[in-house]
């Protein structure tokens, strides 16, 4: 099947790609397609730390509800010029930070058991962003997770065999074909 070339398009709109294509195979395992006692979650991560249990409880005793929120406060204003300012954040950096997962979890205790990576562009920009996507797979991996890898972007500059080579060597000596 033929691929779009994303190495052509802004980051915003590889961004939305891969959301969609995250929420489409979660909606779909979850359809039916895994056993009853597992189930997909997309899944956003912060740093490179593989979380292998999820917390869904907010910390409360249970049946406590939650603390009213705070009453409102201030305003919003609103300026006719953008502000003037020194440094910016790319959008590249911006979308470096909201890491995305599709997680398949097992409901004893919603285990991690698997992960789907989708690369961006965003993991293979630098070297930095290269090790620091290896270090991820590799701790998914020494945790006994399976993961999937889906890079649909060629090898570049940072991962000259594409990030499974990077990965692979990881584990072995032998170059990745």
């Not at 997309?42 to 249970?62: A, M, Y």
């Not at 698997?114 to 965003?122: F, R």
């Not at 993991?123 to 996507?133: A, G, P, Q, T």
Request: a negative charge; hydrophobic letters at 35%; glycine letters at 8%.
């Amino acid at each position: 099947m033929p691929v779009h070339d994303w190495t052509r398009v802004e980051a915003g709109l590889f961004h939305d790609f891969q959301n969609a294509w995250i929420i489409e195979l979660r909606n779909t395992l979850n359809g039916g397609l895994l056993p009853p006692d597992y189930y997909a979650l997309g899944e956003q991560h912060v740093g490179r730390f593989v979380t292998d249990v999820l917390t869904l409880r907010s910390g409360l005793p249970h049946g406590e509800p939650p603390p009213p929120p705070p009453p409102p406060s201030g305003g919003l204003t609103l300026t006719e010029a953008p502000p003037k300012v020194r440094r910016q954040l790319t959008g590249t950096e911006t979308y470096r930070q909201r890491r995305r997962s599709l997680a398949i979890r097992h409901i004893s205790g919603h285990r991690l058991i698997a992960l789907v990576e989708i690369v961006s562009p965003a993991n293979k920009d630098r070297l930095e962003s290269v090790d620091e996507f290896v270090a991820k797979v590799v701790e998914a991996l020494d945790l006994g997770v399976h993961v999937l890898l889906i890079d649909i972007l060629p090898p570049g500059r940072h991962d000259p065999r594409g990030l499974h080579g990077a990965v692979w060597s990881q584990f072995d000596e032998e170059p990745y074909d």
